[in-house]
């Protein structure tokens, strides 16, 4: 047995403190942007500008050698934690927290594998390729990945073993656009290069239900009804035929209402422009009043 903890060093612990030593670059500015975890199959660049310390510089000597990075970083956005939360994939059940990857943490610590580009001005910037994190993400550490320690593919991997046990089989729905969806869709993808359909489809089809961390929910009825599925700047309305397998979306439109785009600070809302014009070509696609919307509320 180790020798048990002192009250010095309990206390000690008490009071640590972390400094970051550079933030993300990613031009993800909305969490929908960053996936759940880094897809390498992505054309993505991302980088990491270290502060400007010379020691700092110095420390990323001989790094390049390395294909791949784990970086520390913060969940800077939360300021609360969960002892139980409902994980984005899977039915909606509460799991405990640290069975998941959740950013409600007691400590808001995050962990990335990352593949490590390059090594650039001087060992200031380190040049990454996809990743889940958001712009100007904390970062407190880099530790080199090395597969002799850091892999074991074979390790059982719990609830997320039957998660994806049931994600290897083929979608349950299939998603179809009505002719206003399609209409609305390419007029993003032409005017904007704006498509978060893929991601959509992808969700829909496994499973269509309401659920809050997929910001999947139900339209109240004097709103128009059916449900909507949340894309970071946008939304998608849809109905779900649950005896046919098949979702049918009804339209798109932004997440914001058009007051919103239009106040002062405004500039830094995803896609900004692009609402505002959406609205103007399709105002009854504004959404309505938040207190209107409640998701939908599991149980404690």
């Keep these: 047995m180790s020798d048990p903890v002192s009250p010095t060093s309990e206390a000690a612990a008490a009071s640590l403190a972390l400094r970051p030593i550079g933030y993300i670059r990613s031009g993800k500015t909305v969490k929908f942007q960053a996936r759940h975890q880094p897809d390498e199959r992505e054309a993505e660049e991302n980088f990491l500008e270290l502060l400007p310390e010379a020691e700092l510089a110095l420390a990323t000597t001989d790094l390049a050698g390395f294909e791949r990075v784990w970086l520390l970083w913060w969940f800077h956005r939360n300021t609360t934690w969960r002892p139980k939360v409902i994980p984005p994939r899977g039915p909606q059940k509460r799991r405990g927290v640290f069975a998941t990857r959740s950013p409600h943490r007691p400590n808001a610590l995050g962990l990335t594998p990352v593949r490590l580009l390059g090594v650039e001005r001087g060992g200031r910037l380190l040049r990454l390729g996809p990743c889940d994190l958001v712009e100007g993400t904390p970062v407190f550490d880099i530790k080199p990945y090395v597969p002799a320690y850091d892999s074991f593919p074979g390790s059982r991997a719990g609830w997320i073993d039957e998660v994806d046990a049931a994600e ?17 869709a390419e007029w993003l993808r032409a005017g904007w290069g704006i498509d978060f359909l893929p991601r ?26 059916g449900l909507e599925i949340g894309c970071g700047a946008w939304r998608a309305l849809f109905v779900s035929d649950e005896a046919g397998a098949v979702v049918t979306i009804t339209g798109l439109g932004p997440s914001y209402p058009r007051w919103q785009l239009c106040r002062e600070g405004a500039e830094q809302v995803p896609d900004r422009e692009a609402q505002a014009a959406f609205l103007e070509r399709w105002p009854e696609a504004e959404l309505p009043l938040k207190t209107a919307y409640r998701g939908p509320r599991a149980k404690s």
Excluded at 168 to 184: G, H, I, T, Y
Excluded at 200 to 225: M, S
């Design 200 to 225: 959509v489809r992808e969700l829909l089809g496994r499973d269509p239900a309401p659920h809050r961390t997929r910001r999947i929910r139900r339209v109240p009825e004097e709103h128009g009804g």
């Design 168 to 184: 290897r089989n083929a979608p349950r729905f299939a998603v179809d656009l009505s002719a206003r969806a399609a209409e609305q």
